[in-house]
């Protein structure tokens, strides 16, 4: 790289738990900059989530955790060109993109979730992650199988 790495923001933790990761959550469910909406979305989720495992000893915010723990992928498989042909290469995640891509994850499924509104898909697909079930550990799941297919080719490794 030519230039210096640019530095990380510091980010701010919430207003209600004073947590840096509901904080990064809630950038990550962002549109066009209306993080007030995107805070109200989460929140009125975990109410929902609260009522529904209402029989959990856990808090709200203790399950949204576990849940993204659930569908938080260890390994993934990147494409490494040699000699012509393209080879999928598992490789180790950086924890810091651990952390992003299960968030994404959790979001874009809960997006693609039927149900009345985003708040209401994401509660259900917190659940489900939760219950270890659900398109986002779906996806867990399979990232880890192809890497697990893919083995032989971990000498490739960049």
Do not use: C
């Not at 989460?42 to 000893?57: G, I, R």
């Not at 808090?59 to 576990?66: G, Q, R």
């Not at 060109?81 to 651990?98: L, S, Y």
């Not at 986002?136 to 490794?157: I, L, Q, S, W």
Request: aromatic share 8%; no cysteine; hydrophobic share 40%.
């Amino acid at each position: 790289m030519r230039k210096a790495k640019p530095k990380k923001r510091q980010i701010l933790p919430d207003p209600v738990f004073g947590d840096v990761k509901v904080t990064k959550f809630v950038n990550h469910l962002m549109y066009d900059g209306k993080k007030t909406t995107a805070f109200t979305i989460f929140y009125s989720a975990l109410e929902t989530v609260k009522s529904k495992l209402a029989n959990e000893e856990k808090s709200a915010l203790e399950i949204w955790k576990s849940a993204l723990d659930n569908v938080t992928p260890q390994v993934e498989v990147k494409s490494r060109r040699v000699g012509g042909a393209t080879f999928q290469v598992p490789t180790e995640i950086r924890p810091d993109r651990k952390e992003s891509v299960s968030m994404k994850n959790l979001i874009l499924y809960a997006r693609k979730r039927g149900g009345k509104t985003m708040a209401d898909k994401l509660a259900a697909e917190i659940v489900d992650a939760f219950n270890n079930q659900g398109g986002a550990f779906k996806r867990k799941e399979d990232m880890h199988k192809m890497a697990e297919a893919n083995r032989a080719f971990a000498h490739f490794r960049f």
